[in-house]
């Protein structure tokens, strides 16, 4: 199982929006591990209808139909089995032999990778939900690759591209396969059972920067802060605040201060 993903990959020049094109196919019974990639994403998203930029033929973007016939209650894993994917194909493809890196690659809750403590790529799982069960679920991957961030100055703070951090140019199409890759081996481990479940999210969990911190949470109600204690298995941050433990399914986070 674990070369599912991929069987069939579609590369085009130009899209609006990867996900978009996967959801086509899902509808028209595509099976599962159909990926499609494009060099430029007119109106590449985020969550809650945000939007993600790219320049043209500078990063990977991606998405992956995936039909895991799970719970939709256990769809956060497919966001952290994602997260797992791609750190570990960043890590593989900038030290391809291992070699000790400078590069710092960590996982935010709820779905994003940092290299150096900043934004360097962002998942967005889009699910169709029949009864209880996934009937389909749209993965999509935003990576930035060969680009400065100084191109988009409202995001230089907290984002970042590979580029920038390591000084070269990187293979794009190595990158993609390496996460295409690394999707089919967490994929499967994801779909194996209960045991499968638990390895992804403790791997997902133990690469979490965002643990032990002081953060301020923006989410849909509202902003909280407190101090980001753990996450749980469906994917909920909890916030130890002074009234108690709050629990929070979705948000950006903001670290306040650094805890050694
Ligand atoms: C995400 O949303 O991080 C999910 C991004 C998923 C993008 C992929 S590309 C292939 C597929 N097709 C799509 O249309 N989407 C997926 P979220 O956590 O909501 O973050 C969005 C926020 O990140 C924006 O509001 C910006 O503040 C910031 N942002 C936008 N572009 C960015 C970039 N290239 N790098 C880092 N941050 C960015």
Redesign the pocket.
Known sequence: MADIIGRTVLQLPDVT????VVRDHAERGEPEGFVVSADR?R??????G?????PAAA?V???VLLRPRFPASKASGITQMAAVAVAAAIRETVSPHGAISPLLVTLKWP??VLLNSK??A???VESVVQGEVIAYAVL???V?VNFS?RE?PS?EA??TTLADEIGYQLDREGLQAAIIANLGKYYTLLCSGDSGEIAVFQEWRSQLSTLGQAVRVATSSGIEEGVAMEVERDGALLLMQPGGLLRLDSG?VTVLKKSE
């Open positions: 929006s990867t996900n978009d994403q109106m590449g998203r985020g969550r809650m945000r939007s993600w930029v790219s990063s973007q991606m998405s779905n994003d934004k360097c962002g998942i967005l999509g991957i935003g930035n961030m988009f995001l907290v984002a950006d």
